[in-house]
């Protein structure tokens, strides 16, 4: 009984059981026989998801919590009324991240992904490598996987997930191996300084029995480990790189040794690096060439990255989580080598902090496009902050237009498309459900 008699018997229940993460790990519990509960500020897919699998959901902070172990978010405050009376009524409170760190206890082989861009593609690259390898795994996912959603369960020896380094949430996981993509100042409310980020990896690092990194990030590679992949640089290398529409096709060499040809069906050069760690992970845990080849060329993407979700005035729309400046530019020269139009930039700011912070990176990037439109900011969890806001990014970039409505953004792009353009909407918040509702 690994969390007593008493969770057993009475339950958990999630505060903000509506997020991605926060849904996964409620299906987990749930499957392994625990009754589950939670509430959520606002109605999402997630939340009628876990109606469907028959988990209570209320909307709102007043329901009684009569479970013995409370699970709460990060993105609530220590003033949320639900929290605060759990923690009066003496409750066990753990956050997203200490919980987790306890459920991958549970697995005997621990794999976990991290970096500051490309976490959910390699899990869910991972996720279909071990499932076509007919693998007992579990995978928890901070995405959506557009085959398997943001939770798959096919055994119980592996267990993959994202480790975030937000807050150093990383920290709570303990893993049999560990892959570190890419290394970047981010989160600049919890972390002052690179230094400290990379002293949080380092950590993260120190905490797994085998680490794999990124050999051609100049960061990654300068932090201990035992296996280093890369296009150029390290022992897992691709080879024979070859593109058609920006889909790539690889020979993964294993110390120059040719070992495997594989075509991946999504586009964007970036994903031969999260492809390669993957094959790296998988191969550490014995599965062949020839069953990495299958799931690699299986997966067919995450939802929000790199999706055309329709279009709008005939242009096609394509969605993006990318919010850090190294991401925008990434996906923005994959678009522009799609299309022989203007790729039609909508950014929304994700945070007040990480926009002041890195204010000057953000302007080098979007002023390189063509009358790029910047939308209101995500602030999340943060107060509003005029140094770090949408208008005052937009009011630093020529030719940058600010739009505060989804009825302004979508006039605004109609006015600015002409024939053969591509519009390419960027950001985390909340930015993908306006862009599903103004397309055509």
Excluded at 49 to 76: F, K, P, Q
Excluded at 141 to 161: K, V
């Amino acid at each position: 009984m690994f969390f007593g008699e008493n969770v057993e018997r009475q339950g958990i229940y999630f505060i903000g059981i509506g997020g991605v993460s926060m849904s996964a790990l409620a299906r987990l519990m749930a499957g392994k026989g625990f009754p589950v509960r939670g509430s959520d500020d606002s109605e999402s897919n997630f939340t009628k998801m876990l109606r469907g699998d028959g988990i209570s959901v209320c909307i709102g902070r007043e329901e009684e919590i009569t479970e013995e172990l409370v699970v709460y978010t990060g993105a609530i405050g220590e003033d949320h009324a639900q929290l605060k009376r759990a923690r009066e009524a003496g409750k066990r409170l753990y956050s997203r991240a200490q919980f987790l760190g306890l459920v991958a206890q549970w697995y005997p082989e621990v794999l976990s992904v991290a970096g500051c861009h490309g976490k959910t593609t390699t899990s869910c690259m991972l996720a279909h490598i071990f499932r076509a390898a007919g693998a007992p795994f579990t995978c928890h996912i901070g995405g959506e996987d557009l085959d398997l959603g943001n939770f798959y369960a096919a055994g119980d020896r592996y267990f993959i997930t994202e480790a975030c380094e937000f807050q150093r949430s990383f920290l709570a996981l303990h893993s049999a191996i560990a892959v570190i993509l890419n290394c970047d100042l981010d989160h600049t409310d919890c972390y002052k300084d690179e230094k400290e980020v990379l002293d949080a990896y380092a950590q993260f690092a120190d905490q797994a029995k085998v680490v794999i990194v990124n050999a051609d990030d100049v960061r990654a590679r300068g932090i201990p480990h035992t296996w280093d992949f890369g296009i150029y640089n390290g022992r897992i290398r691709a080879g024979r790189l070859r593109s058609i529409g920006e889909r790539y096709a690889f020979t993964v060499m294993e110390n120059e040794i040719p070992v495997v040809r594989i075509k991946l069906g999504i586009v964007g050069k970036v994903h031969v690096y999260n492809a390669l760690a993957a094959y790296t992970a998988a191969r550490l845990c014995g599965i062949t060439g020839e069953e990495i080849r299958r799931g690699l060329e299986a997966f067919h993407g995450v939802k929000r990255r790199f999706e055309q979700i329709g279009t709008l005035g005939g242009h096609p729309v394509i969605c993006d989580y990318a919010h850090h400046p190294r991401e925008i530019a990434a996906t923005i020269a994959t678009a522009e080598r799609l299309t022989a139009g203007t790729v039609r930039v909508v950014f929304q700011p994700h945070t007040y902090t990480r926009t002041r912070d890195l204010l000057e990176d953000f302007i080098s990037v979007l002023r390189k496009t063509e009358s790029p439109i910047i939308y209101r900011t995500y602030s999340a969890r943060e107060p509003y902050d005029y140094a770090g806001s949408a208008v005052r990014l937009a009011a630093c970039i020529p030719d940058a237009r600010y739009c505060q409505s989804p009825r302004q953004l979508s006039e605004k792009i109609r006015e600015r498309c002409e024939e053969g353009d591509l519009i390419l909407v960027l950001g985390a918040g909340d930015i993908y459900e306006i862009a599903k509702q103004i397309v055509d």
